[in-house]
């Protein structure tokens, strides 16, 4: 064998949970990378393979030996290692016993802490293939498994029973069992097409005999690319197109081996169920992928994908027919029960669900969201008609038929029953909204009505959670409250920027039954957190998100307008001049006993400094002022520049703690007005 070869894992088991797949074949490539790394064993790449029966690993050019090791042990302190004679004390002796030499064959090291005896020699490396057998053992013992089961009357325990082990290093089989299954140089074909063992001669073959004859696509994007190219052919061929669903081309990736795509059909008179539902059956429940015509209406098409090469395809195709009919009719009689009952006609049916037991229904959370949604707009211009309208339909969908089948369909739902019941278009739209952001990159409501009613709700949990005193802790948030709070966010910050939130807030905890007065500066700083969060998300500095925070912004106009133009204002050379004098004025003042200042006196200045710096404050401070009033903090931020030399002239010339009290004063006094004025865009004692 030459310095370097390829090495091949595979463990061969019962089929694996599909959603887990990709996360399980990333966990094992790690561990083993993991493994290699700790036993100082270099390779050129490393590369996973996943199917529903198997997880396996290809690493090329391993070495085969360990590098040898310059190891150095440390002894007795020389100090105590020789007697008064010269002779080797006894921990001397000791020592050279424990490493198996002569004390004569000790050496001295010598470090900045003192001088010690001690034994240096070579450790020969360990061949790789006795330290691949641990690597392995160690790699799936880490994989993230939440609950490992046994089998048979064995008390090994993994995902799932395992079958079969390929270990090959080179063209030799590595010694090892795991799981009561000991390493061949063997592997498995697809389950029906070629169940029988295929043997390998060298880890280069792997990919290729598991193709043919094994039929199996071992590499998990090329099997995922060769499904995304048959489910286009045959929408093509239909004159459709796919809407390839990223998340569930991985999961039916992930439990096939050998894909094959089939196009079947159900009766049209299903499509007059709402879209989302029947998508969420054949998504969901079925797999399939749904089809839609150039309107991109949902057709009464799909494809499947399955997991053998049928010679009768039309068999695979009768039978997913037959299994998607009752679904569908499930869904169709759920949604002609439902249109049975008008939505305002559920709304007394709310008072029987609880929401939480100290806050009530969802009948008593829904007139909350009303009160507040109603609160929202009339600071927005929302047609608070409508908004009252929307809020108290908003939760009539969650008991109906369908959303109990498909909770996923919670919002639209709601709309699609209230165009039923004749609402407004603008009132149903505001039910689907009222759920928008459902998570993270997920659209927000563009209707002012969807924005009142999504706000309000998001707004009333948090600060009702909050005023139960079961504010999330850790990583444990029971009731959403981190994804609620950055929902508001995104909304106030992208559509309704001028809204206070520190207001917004506080009406929320005066709706509460049992707010106390604490709880708003304890949701504030709570909802401040999620806002760094978002900011950070956003590309800005932490620095730049706290200078702006300490003037305690209340709206997302305000603070995207100084974050912006802090962001701006720190690239310069002459900001961070400023940033520093500002630092020393801050320090000056921060070891007076004296809080109230008062106005500097031009009558006391005794340099020409003072008057300079006194003549350039009055000069600014009206513009200043102006400017954060309107909103023009950069333009606040570029009038801050023009006192920088100013500044740093006084400095320069100008004694502040001048023995004389009445000039010590004035001259604080001062520094403390330019201070108050370097605070109006943002605390530039953050940057």
Request: proline share 5%; charged share 25%.
């Amino acid at each position: 064998m030459s310095d370097r070869a390829d090495l091949l894992f595979e463990i061969g088991t019962e089929e694996l949970p599909p959603k887990a797949l990709l996360r399980l074949a990333d966990a094992l490539q790690q561990g083993f990378a993991q493994g290699l790394e700790q036993e100082q064993l270099n390779y050129s790449s490393i590369k996973s393979f996943a199917s529903p029966r198997r997880l396996a690993l290809m690493i090329s050019q391993l070495e085969c030996r360990q590098p040898d090791q310059q190891i150095e042990r440390r002894g007795p302190a020389r100090t105590v290692a020789f007697d008064e004679h010269g002779q080797p004390s006894k921990a001397l002796l000791g020592f050279a016993r424990s490493c198996k030499v002569d004390p004569s064959q000790l050496i001295s090291i010598k470090t900045d802490q003192g001088e010690w005896m001690g034994h240096s020699y070579i450790k020969p490396g360990s061949l790789t293939r006795d330290l691949l057998p641990h690597i392995a053992e160690q790699a799936l013992a880490s994989l993230p498994i939440p609950k490992r089961m046994r089998w048979g009357n064995q008390d090994f325990q993994f995902l799932r029973p395992v079958h079969w082990l390929l270990f090959l290093f080179g063209n030799q089989t590595v010694a090892c069992t795991l799981y009561g299954v000991q390493a061949a140089a063997y592997t498995h074909g697809h389950r029906f097409h070629h169940p029988q063992a295929i043997e390998l001669d060298s880890p280069a073959d792997y990919e290729a005999r598991l193709q043919e004859p094994g039929k199996v696509i071992a590499d998990f994007s090329k099997r995922r690319s060769s499904i995304a190219k048959q489910i286009e052919q045959s929408a093509q061929r239909l004159g459709l197109q796919v809407d390839l669903d990223t998340h569930l081309l991985d999961e039916v990736c992930a439990l096939t081996e050998w894909p094959v795509a089939i196009s079947g059909s159900f009766d049209a008179g299903f499509l007059q169920v709402p879209t989302e539902a029947l998508v969420l059956t054949m998504k969901q429940n079925q797999k399939y992928f749904p089809l839609y015509n150039a309107q991109h209406r949902l057709a009464n098409h799909f494809i499947t994908i399955a997991n053998i090469d049928s010679p009768k395809p039309e068999l695979i195709k009768e039978g997913n027919e037959r299994v998607i009919r009752p679904r569908l009719s499930d869904a169709m009689f759920f949604w002609q029960q439902d249109g049975r009952i008008r939505l305002e006609d559920r709304v007394q049916r709310l008072s029987q669900v609880t929401f939480q037991k100290d806050l009530g229904s969802l009948f008593d959370k829904t007139l909350r969201v009303q009160k507040l949604a109603h609160w929202l707009a009339e600071r927005t211009g929302a047609d608070i008609q409508a908004v009252d309208r929307a809020a108290l339909l908003s939760r009539c969908d969650l008991i109906t038929e369908m959303v109990y089948e498909f909770p996923e369909m919670q919002g639209h739902m709601g709309r699609y029953q209230a165009l039923r019941d004749g609402e407004d278009e603008e009132i149903a739209t505001a039910l689907a909204e009222f759920y928008l952001p459902r998570h993270a990159g997920d659209d927000l409501p563009k209707g002012q009505i969807g924005q009142c009613l999504a706000l309000a709700d998001r707004m009333d949990s948090l600060c009702g959670i909050f005023s139960v005193g079961l504010k999330p802790s850790g990583d444990k948030d029971p009731y959403g409250l981190r994804r609620a709070s950055i929902g508001i966010i995104r909304i106030l910050k992208n559509y309704q920027p001028l809204i206070n939130f520190r207001e917004l807030i506080q009406a929320s905890l005066n709706n509460q039954p049992r707010s106390q007065i604490g709880d708003s500066r304890e949701v504030e700083d709570y909802f401040i957190e999620r806002i760094k969060a978002v900011y950070l998300d956003a590309g800005f500095s932490l620095s730049s998100i706290q200078a702006v925070l300490a003037t305690c912004p209340s709206s997302f106009a305000e603070m995207n307008a100084k974050i912006q133009a802090i962001s701006e204002f720190t690239q310069t050379q002459a900001a961070a001049e400023l940033i520093e004098l500002n630092k020393r004025i801050n320090n000056i003042l921060r070891k007076q006993d004296e809080h109230d200042l008062g106005q500097p006196s031009a009558d006391l200045f005794q340099q020409v400094e003072e008057t300079a710096l006194f003549n350039a404050l009055q000069a600014v401070h009206t513009e200043i002022e102006q400017a954060v009033q309107e909103g023009h903090f950069a333009n606040a931020l570029g009038l801050l520049l023009s006192l920088k030399d100013p500044v740093a002239a006084f400095f320069e010339a100008v004694m502040v703690m001048d023995e004389n009290t009445e000039l010590r004063l004035n001259r604080l006094a001062m520094l403390d007005q330019l201070r108050l004025l370097l605070l109006a865009p943002a605390d530039l004692t953050c940057l």
